[in-house]
């Protein structure tokens, strides 16, 4: 009853006019600059910062978080039409979003996105209104060696993404954990593999690995086959909806993923990006569609969507009730916030309940805001579709090197995206499928970040990843798994042998 | 996208025993890595060194890449049939907009980068690519350079 009433005392100041104008100018900018490849929720916030200052606390922090999950939402739309991520979270959206878009489904692909979007938001917002003081608190208790347990879950999980078969899917994690060792070792200070690079100091960004892996390699393949073509899909509005039965089958995966989403985001250090992988590679285990994901199914875009939009919301728990910046974007809210005089932290609720419920409030308007701008947009995207591919493509081209060429203003971007473009195209031609090597790449580095303070902690003893209740079950659980993947992958290997 | 395209880009090939090259380039990968990190030290347990993540990631992928490889020339592989042209027009554009990015400015390196990106589409004449360079061009300035105000120059000089 608490919880409802400050929830409806934070609906009736975020449902004041000027509140509501900043949290549609925040929605409608973040979703136009998430579809631009490479340009983030980070730059976006960064854009719209500055115009913040000169509002109320509550007005600033309204929009900066529109700006955030239209961003991430916004990211989605250039994945599924172009393979193209337009935030680093969206490119888990690729692997299914962009082979649906394929298929002449893009429309209902976005319209999946949007729904899931919208399911994500308010699942996050749900948590984050009853939760929010307990799920700190439960965020606080995670120790290193349960991160390192959940993550390796997530690992061995996200090996089942591939489509070339699971030794070659827990091939490209490895070599994914691998190129997330590049660049300075935060703990130690010490440079690895950059080759005296100073470029490669700060290590690869994700958005040049997912613009080479995706955006390079596919342009490459889809050349041969499209140019001099023109486009044959014809745009029927009545095709955009999900059919009844599809209808269904997105409800549980987007639960799925708005819970999983949503443990994520409130896990500092972890964000949208770690949540829509695990949330894909969870439900690529479990979904009755499994066999067919990265082939192009609802499911496999409505998760990622749902758990990235759903961790967005909840990435403000630990940044508000603890202080805690869990991720870069979240960290330009604290300073925000710091701005105007407000220190986050566990007083925050006490202190500035019409901030924090008003915030948690505008997750509902924002998120229906979103999906009400986004739903008739959707033809608009599709349309973009019909221009022939003799003209989308060097069009394409240009919009990787920008949005690469934005992270750092650095050539030097667009070199290693060629490279990592040329080496994804090469291991794609020996059926080696990109999608684990991103997923271990985005792990890699928290991974190895919780090892080594896990074993620090428990002074060289392994046998703390037994002794802890949660990371011996999430052990378990992984060990299970890498069990049942190894007898299916020898039984399919004999009966291939057998047949030739 | 047209629907060709799906079949066309499909399109696999027995290679027999050079099926397994992606498995030996990851092999030569996971052993530079292995090297690499025993070079950086390994530490102890209690004290990780910065080398012992990437030696243990390099060890596991070696021995993953070992089993792909025999499993590779045991059969015969499927792989795609590469396209070259495509791959080389792709690898020049990104390599004219590094090349004249930073010396000449945005504008003209989205100019040349969308000519030389079209130039495998026969379909589309030179002139045309060269009208499709400059909308490219003015869009890409319009949109990053007026609308978002990032910090890149059109021109270098200018």
Redesign the interface.
């Given at each position: 009853m608490d919880i409802l009433s400050s929830f409806y005392g934070g609906l009736l100041v975020v449902l004041e006019p000027q509140n509501l104008m900043y949290c549609f100018a925040g929605v409608f900018l973040g979703t136009f600059i998430g579809v631009l490849p490479g340009i983030g929720s980070l730059a976006a916030i960064a854009m719209i910062l500055p115009l913040t200052f000169y509002l109320e606390p509550t007005s600033a922090l309204v929009m900066i978080a529109g700006v955030y999950y239209g961003a991430e939402y916004g990211g989605s739309i250039a994945s599924i039409l172009m393979n193209i991520p337009g935030t680093p979270a969206a490119s888990i959206t690729c692997i299914d979003g962009y082979p649906l878009a394929r298929k002449g489904r893009a429309g209902v692909a976005l319209f999946s996105t949007a729904t899931a979007s919208f399911g994500g938001g308010i699942i996050g917002m749900i948590v984050m209104a009853a939760l929010s003081p307990s799920l700190a608190t439960l965020a606080l208790s995670f120790g290193p060696a349960d991160y390192f347990a959940v993550i390796l879950l997530g690992l061995v999980a996200a090996s089942a993404v591939a489509n070339g078969g699971a030794l070659r899917g827990i091939s490209m994690v490895v070599a994914g954990l691998m190129l997330g060792t590049i660049g300075i070792d935060l703990t130690t200070g010490d440079l690895r593999y950059t080759m005296g690079i100073p470029e490669l100091r700060d290590g690869v960004h994700i958005v040049i690995v997912a613009m080479g892996l995706f955006g390079v390699t596919e342009l490459i393949v889809s050349i041969k086959a499209n140019v001099g073509g023109k486009s044959t899909q014809k745009i029927d509005y009545a095709d955009f909806y999900p059919s009844k039965q599809e209808w269904k089958s997105l409800f549980a995966p987007i639960l799925r993923g708005g819970s999983i989403g949503s443990f994520f985001g409130a896990l500092p250090g972890t964000g949208q990006t770690i949540a829509a992988a695990i949330a894909y590679a969870v439900e690529k285990r479990v979904s009755p569609q499994r066999k067919d994901f990265g082939t192009g199914v609802l499911p496999g875009v409505a998760v990622p969507e749902a758990a990235n939009n759903s961790a967005t919301q909840t990435a403000f728990i630990p940044t508000l009730t603890l202080g805690v910046p869990g991720s870069p974007p979240m960290a330009l809210v604290i300073g925000a916030l710091m701005i105007h005089g407000i220190t986050p932290g566990p007083r925050l609720l006490v202190e500035q309940p019409n901030l924090f419920w008003g915030l948690v409030a505008s997750f509902l308007i924002g998120n229906v805001m979103l999906l009400v701008l986004n739903i008739p947009l959707i033809g608009l995207w599709v349309r973009l579709l019909q221009i022939p591919y003799k003209y989308m493509y060097p069009t394409i081209i240009v919009l990787i090197c920008m949005g690469v060429y934005s992270l750092n203003n650095n050539v030097f971007d667009i070199w290693l995206t060629l490279v990592i473009g040329a080496a994804g195209y090469v291991m794609r031609l020996f059926k080696f499928e990109p999608a684990p090597l991103l997923i271990g790449f985005v792990l890699g580095p928290i991974m190895e970040e919780q090892l080594r303070r896990a074993m620090l902690l428990s002074r060289g003893d392994p046998m703390v990843f037994l002794e802890r209740p949660i990371s011996a079950t999430l052990l378990a659980i992984t060990a299970l798994i890498l069990i049942g993947a190894s007898f299916a992958a020898f039984r399919s290997y004999r009966m291939t042998r057998n047949q030739t | 996208?047209?629907?060709?395209?799906?079949s066309?880009?499909d399109k696999t090939s027995h290679i027999g025993w050079q099926?397994a090259?992606?498995?030996a380039?990851?092999l030569g990968?996971?052993l530079v890595?292995m090297l690499?990190g025993l070079q950086?030290g390994l530490g102890?347990?209690?004290?990780?060194?910065?080398?012992?993540?990437?030696f243990i990631?390099?060890l596991?992928?070696a021995g993953?890449?070992t089993?792909?490889l025999i499993?590779d020339l045991r059969?015969s592989?499927?792989?795609?049939v590469?396209?070259w042209?495509?791959?080389l027009?792709?690898?020049a554009?990104?390599?004219i907009?590094?090349?004249t990015?930073?010396r000449f400015g945005?504008v003209p390196?989205?100019f040349l980068?969308?000519?030389v990106?079209?130039l495998?589409?026969?379909?589309?004449p030179l002139f045309k690519k060269v009208i499709?360079?400059g909308v490219?061009?003015t869009?890409?300035w319009l949109?990053?350079i007026q609308a978002?105000?990032?910090?890149?120059k059109a021109f270098v000089g200018v």
């Open positions: - | 996208m047209p629907e060709a395209a799906v066309e880009t099926g090259i992606g498995s380039l990851l990968l996971s890595f690499g950086l102890s347990p209690f004290r990780l060194g910065t080398g012992a993540f990437p990631s390099g596991l992928l993953l890449s089993l792909n499993i059969g592989q499927l792989a795609e590469p396209d042209i495509g791959f027009a792709i690898s554009a990104l390599a907009f590094a090349l990015a930073e945005l390196a989205a980068t969308t000519v990106a079209s495998p589409d026969r379909s589309l499709l360079g490219v061009a869009g890409a949109l990053f978002l105000n990032l910090p890149f």
